[in-house]
């Protein structure tokens, strides 16, 4: 719990617990990334986070069970997930595991290479497949709804100097807030910034995030990762029921 005190009023708040997972490889094999990313990306994201006051926890591959036991997964109210070169190594087991819980309510955050997770793609139902460049071109993500609380406090569009292009066609079902769509400076656009809902669970995929570029020191991606995190774990309704029901009315009585 935190506290905000407004005049003579104190409002309690309810710290949101969040675990950032990563695949902590290429920040281990790869100089160019350690040099950007030294402590791994989840912990960039991790520190990014702090001032918003969440309960925050990391989590990586080489951990047992991928550190995504079901008691962590218990305890989470929103996992944000980044993955690159290891999808495949990811159990099964560990993927059905934290596809249930967002079924159940917990919000899910996918970032950038995460697109082809098993996770991500097992949600969406398709390849989410996409093109692809690495040559540090310059991004513009729009903001296309700005009535959306992803979008809060956000500008016009945020700018990034070099970032990899993501290109159309993205292969996702069509989202149902589609918040960011960027302009690349080679000319493709993608859609960014994508919100979906299955069943409880909130799902949200932010595009932007290659590991040779210090896009998780940016304070608007940053604010744009918080403000889904309070999107992605706000309340949802009574757990749905499924399979044979008795009637609630008497059926055929007079």
């Not at 926890?57 to 550190?67: D, I, K, M, S, V």
């Not at 409880?200 to 896009?215: A, C, D, L, R």
């Amino acid at each position: 719990m935190f506290k905000i005190t407004i005049g003579s009023t104190t409002l309690e708040f309810k710290s949101i617990h969040v675990l950032i997972w990563n695949e902590f490889i290429h920040e281990q094999t790869t100089p160019a990334v350690a040099e950007i990313y030294p402590e791994g990306i989840h912990t960039a994201i991790a520190e990014g986070l702090r001032p918003y006051n969440f309960h925050i926890r990391t989590a990586t591959l080489e951990q047992p069970q991928h550190g995504l036991t079901n008691e962590i997964l218990s305890q989470t109210d929103v996992l944000i997930w980044w993955g690159h070169t290891a999808h495949d190594q990811v159990s099964d087991e560990v993927v059905e595991r934290v596809y249930q819980r967002v079924l159940n309510g917990m919000g899910l955050i996918v970032l950038h290479s995460g697109h082809f997770s098993k996770i991500f793609k097992k949600l969406m139902g398709t390849s989410c497949d996409l093109k692809w460049r690495e040559a540090n071109e310059k991004q513009r993500l729009w903001v296309v709804d700005p009535a959306h609380p992803i979008a809060s406090g956000v500008g016009q569009y945020i700018e990034l100097e070099e970032e990899e292009m993501y290109g159309e066609f993205f292969d996702v079902p069509a989202p149902d807030q589609l918040v960011f769509i960027s302009w690349f400076e080679g000319g493709e656009v993608f859609r960014s910034g994508c919100a979906y809902h299955r069943r409880q669970g909130k799902i949200f995929y932010f595009q932007p995030g290659h590991e040779i570029h210090p896009t998780y020191y940016n304070k608007e991606i940053i604010r744009v990762i918080a403000n889904a995190v309070n999107w992605a774990a706000s309340p949802f309704g009574a757990t749905p029921t499924f399979g044979y029901t008795e009637p609630h009315e008497g059926i055929g009585e007079m």
